[in-house]
């Protein structure tokens, strides 16, 4: 009886697990270069209380008797499926159409990885992130340039007053990973490498499988608001269900306490 309430207990708590990938999806819908997650189950340890030839008469059983433990939240894996192109106007945004992210360094010195091209120019006329960090390689833009443009394999160019022919300032690189579900979120649009995503691999844009850029745009977030809510949906019914074992057991013990 009371293994059905730490049965039903586990769903509960898988499901909520659910529920706040959903409320983080929703809460990124609109966030540059945000890729959603999803929550995957799994099943707990299973006690036997009897085994397929354990019947004591000689002969095989069909199958055994066992009972399960609950189920529990196995990973929360992200979606690094393309998000839309919004056309922004704005001569620093890059939108990466296809595989790959920008580096940038981190005040630890430590490497990190982004797919939000929200770029601006610091205080030394350095690429940066909205957050302020550098893109690496670096690549600095002169004060009198009167333009900068991007081109999808990454060639950084600016144009100056009185000059016909643009000055090239550097090559903006993608890295991919083998695994770049192994990523881990840092916050702040970015990513780290771990041993599961395997080592970054920095390359020319439109080359061995890495996208390009596209500037004067953003690529948007790749949640789907209509399926996050479907999916809300299927969760809470399922912690309802979960819960109403929960009230069934809990009515049985009463009967059981009040039997004289």
Same mark, same amino acid.
């Given at each position: *009886? @009371?293994? #059905?309430?730490?049965?039903?207990?586990?769903? *509960?708590?898988a499901? =909520?697990?659910k529920?706040?990938?959903?409320?983080?999806?929703?809460?990124?819908? %609109?966030?540059?270069?945000?890729?959603r997650?999803? !929550?995957?189950?799994?099943?707990?340890?299973?006690?036997?209380?009897?085994?397929?030839?354990?019947?004591?008469? $000689? !002969?095989?059983?069909?199958?055994s008797?066992?009972?399960?433990? $609950? #189920?529990?939240?196995?990973?929360?894996?992200?979606?690094f499926s393309?998000?839309s192109?919004q056309?922004?106007?704005?001569?620093?945004?890059?939108?990466i159409?296809?595989?790959g @992210?920008?580096?940038?360094q981190?005040?630890?010195?430590e490497? !990190?990885?982004?797919?939000? $091209?929200?770029l601006?120019?610091?205080a030394?006329?350095?690429?940066?992130?909205?957050d302020?960090?550098?893109?690496?390689?670096?690549?600095?833009?002169?004060?009198?340039?009167?333009g900068?443009?991007?081109?999808?394999?990454?060639?950084?160019?600016?144009?100056h007053a009185?000059?016909?022919?643009?000055t090239?300032?550097?090559?903006?690189?993608?890295?991919? @990973?083998? %695994?770049?579900?192994?990523?881990?979120?840092?916050?702040? %649009?970015?990513y780290?490498?771990?041993?599961?995503s395997?080592?970054?691999?920095?390359?020319s844009?439109?080359? =061995?499988?890495? $996208?390009t @850029?596209?500037?004067?745009?953003?690529? #948007?977030?790749n949640?789907?608001?209509?399926?996050?809510?479907?999916?809300?949906?299927?969760?809470?019914?399922?912690?309802?269900?979960? #819960?109403?074992?929960?009230?069934?057991?809990? =009515?049985?013990?009463?009967?059981?306490?009040?039997m004289?």
């Open positions: *009886m @009371f293994r #059905s309430l730490h049965v039903a207990a586990t769903g *509960m708590a499901q =909520e697990t529920l706040d990938t959903i409320a983080n999806n929703l809460a990124n819908a %609109n966030t540059a270069g945000y890729k997650q999803d !929550a995957e189950f799994e099943d707990l340890l299973y006690q036997t209380v009897r085994g397929a030839a354990a019947t004591g008469a $000689g !002969a095989t059983a069909p199958t008797v066992q009972l399960g433990a $609950g #189920s529990r939240v196995a990973a929360t894996p992200r979606t393309q998000g192109i056309q922004t106007a704005n001569p620093l945004d890059l939108a159409e296809g595989n @992210f920008l580096s940038v981190r005040p630890s010195g490497a !990190a990885y982004t797919r939000a $091209g929200t601006k120019l610091d030394q006329g350095r690429l940066v992130t909205s302020g960090l550098p893109i690496e390689p670096p690549i600095s833009v002169p004060t009198d340039a009167t900068v443009v991007i081109s999808p394999e990454g060639v950084v160019t600016a144009q009185g000059q016909q022919k643009p090239q300032l550097g090559q903006l690189q993608l890295v991919t @990973f083998p %695994n770049p579900g192994g990523l881990d979120a840092a916050g702040h %649009n970015l780290t490498a771990t041993a599961a395997g080592d970054a691999i920095s390359g844009p439109g080359q =061995e499988g890495r $996208g @850029f596209m500037q004067g745009a953003l690529e #948007s977030s949640v789907e608001v209509v399926t996050e809510m479907i999916a809300m949906i299927r969760t809470q019914r399922a912690y309802e269900i979960n #819960s109403k074992v929960v009230a069934a057991a809990d =009515e049985m013990l009463r009967n059981v306490t009040q004289r």
